[in-house]
């Protein structure tokens, strides 16, 4: 059995360690999805609407956040604008902003597509029985859309934890950058702790996000 | 704004484009591939290799790149798997890839109905000629917007390939913000070169969804 | 006396523990017309699956020509050239033309020469009524124009055998009856057909023999003279008032004339 490096983990404090950069990352993908949810809903209610202003502008802010890697929109607001409007931003705030804007994004695309999927003719059948606008959304499109919608939010949560993994590229110390520091402690002890203690992270996020995407997948098919 | 700076960096950045397209292009086409073995163990449902093929979409589907990568480049030599970065870039992408290529082609496949297929069946086609004639061909288009989605997406994850020190358009930026403190430049051109590289992809993929759309094969 | 061209004995179907057909019996002879009627869930559309192969059957026997069908037998694709079948929902395919949906078997499974399918398959087209569609696609077409394509496409495989599933069921009412013209025209030249349909004057005018199926039994089995006329049974009795109404209002009740 050669050398997997995985009783590293059993010293000490370093598995409650890496719990707990874990926990930075999913506290800040938990705080994204908090803001982008309702602020997808919004915006994706607003991409529907018949002006046609309203909806390039949504449209250019969903197509330029939607284009660029993640990553580069990391740089652009923790390197670029401290540097641009010279305040002190935490690499944390940064990856909260971002994260919110691409998730509001996302969500949006996600609640323009379950709107426009609604046959017209529910509307029509709605306003046909005189029901005001507001009473059409009410009982009829909304509740058709939740299900659909319940699902991919979901789905959305899982992407943004997956996301956070890269705020270790800002200087973040989340579950990785730990990682990395148990490694390098250890050197002398377990050379091969690289092995075990990645591992741990890759099953970690797994754990994470895995219970999340199948409830997903649970609801889909539920409500099909 | 420092023209001359951004004019002198430019060839800096093109190599670094050149990797992370070279890197993509490759992961993309072995995550195709990985993609349609996959999706063919799903449709037929192959006895053991359907669970096999099923554990590992989950386990590719719910882990970030990044630690998939660190895990390939920093633990796997541990047990003796030596790669170099780019072939660690590589099969990152293609082990990332081939789950979400499997789930568009799988869902493409079953989109197909089975109705179909036995209209095929009753006019005397065999199997092989059944899935062919009728059920691919339907199903390849109906896995487009899929597809071209996932393509995108993986051209965008390549952005964590500075992590295990491979050269590309990320490394190239933080490196010139690092040594000159010229973020505004830098920064105008990872963003002018990702454009670069994903604009093109994405409008040939809405022209291409969208010519699908016009012929329109819903019965 | 013309010799028999389909024989089903005993045959059972099953769904788990469903029991959908039981023990049928049933003889097709060459140029006969059988329509099976029944309620909906009697079993007539499995009935059409089996003798196809498209259902794996749980007991009795299927032959044809005195070959046997089986989904395990290795001349499947043979004997299912001799079957053509005609589905509810058309089944064209949507990615090829109207011309290519006809030509994809003779070339592919019966490996014909091209010129040959394309003249046979543009004069049957033409038969129909539809030699001028045969470069559109099938969402171009109505659902009755659909349906004669479907038609066509199974004949230009010569098939001896033609089974058709409830071929006007989804179609509107004004094109049923460009569909079943075709069938009529099918049935004046001879072809052997089973034929699944509601429509019951149609039934009359096309069948030979009416097979009257409820609960997956043959309930009863008659020429469509003595099925429709005198019913032997209360089950095909009560079916057949189904398709009779009765007139609400009486002549000189209506309000109109009560305020004369």
Known sequence: MPDLGLEVLLKGQNMVRLLEGLWIALRISLTAVVISIPAGILLGAMMTRKNRVVRAVLRLYLEIIRIMPQMVLLFIVFFGTTRAFGWDLSGETASILVFSLWGTAEMSDLVRGALISIPVHQYESGEALGLRRVQVYRYI??????????????????????????????????????????IEANRMASPNAAFGVYLAVFLLYFIACWPISMFAKYLEKRWR | MDWEFIVQHIPLYQEAAWLTVRIGLLGVVFSILIGLVCA??????????????????????????????????????????????????????????????AEAFRSGLEAVSPIQMES???????????????????????????????????????????????????????????????????????????????????????????????????? | MTETLLKIEHLVKKFDDNLILDDINLEVKKGEVIVVIGPSGCGKSTLLRCINALEPIQGGTISLDGEPIDDKSRSLSVLREKIGMVFQSYELFPHLSVLNNVMLAPLKVQKRKKEEVKEEALTLL??????????????????????????????CMHPELLLFDEVTAALDPEMVREVLDVILKLAAQGRTMIIVTHEMQFA?????????????????????????????????????????????????????????
Do not use: W
């Open chain 1, 141 to 182: 499109i909304i509740p058709q859309t939740f299900r659909r919608l319940v699902p991919l939010s979901i789905n959305l949560i899982t992407r943004m934890i997956k996301t956070t993994s890269l705020i270790l590229m800002i200087g973040v110390v989340e579950v990785l950058k730990v990682a990395q520091q148990i």
């Open chain 2, 40 to 101: 063919a163990i799903q449709y037929f449902r192959v006895p053991v290799l359907r669970r096999i093929t099923g554990i590992y979409i989950e386990l590719s589907r719910n882990t970030p790149l990044l630690i998939q990568l660190f895990f390939i480049y920093y633990g796997l030599p541990k047990i003796g798997i030596q790669t170099d970065p780019e072939l660690c870039g590589i099969a990152g992408l293609a082990f990332l890839g081939g789950s979400y290529m």
């Open chain 2, 120 to 219: 095929a069946l009753s006019l005397g086609m065999n199997r092989r000629q059944t899935m062919g004639y009728v059920v691919l061909p339907q199903a390849a288009s109906i896995s487009v917007p899929a597809f071209i989605a996932n393509v995108i997406f993986l051209l965008k994850e390549t952005s964590v390939f500075s992590a295990i020190s491979l050269m590309d358009l990320m490394f190239t930026a933080k490196d010139l913000i690092g040594l000159y403190y010229k973020t505004t430049e830098s920064l105008v051109l990872l963003v002018v070169f990702y454009l670069l590289i994903l604009l093109p992809v994405s409008v040939c993929g809405t022209l291409l969804e969208r010519r699908l759309r016009y012929a329109g094969f819903g019965s």
């Open chain 3, 126 to 155: 033409e038969r129909v009524g539809l030699k001028e569609k045969a470069g559109s696609f099938p969402r171009q077409l109505s659902g009755g124009q659909k349906q004669r394509v479907a038609i066509v496409r199974a004949l």
């Open chain 3, 204 to 260: 009359q005018a096309v069948a030979d023999r009416i097979l009257f199926l409820d609960g997956g039994s043959i309930i009863e089995s008659a020429p469509p003279e003595e099925f429709f006329e005198h019913p032997k049974t209360d089950r095909a009795k009560q079916f057949l008032n189904t398709f009779t109404f009765e007139a609400v209002k009486t002549p000189h009740k209506t309000i109109k004339e009560e305020e004369d």
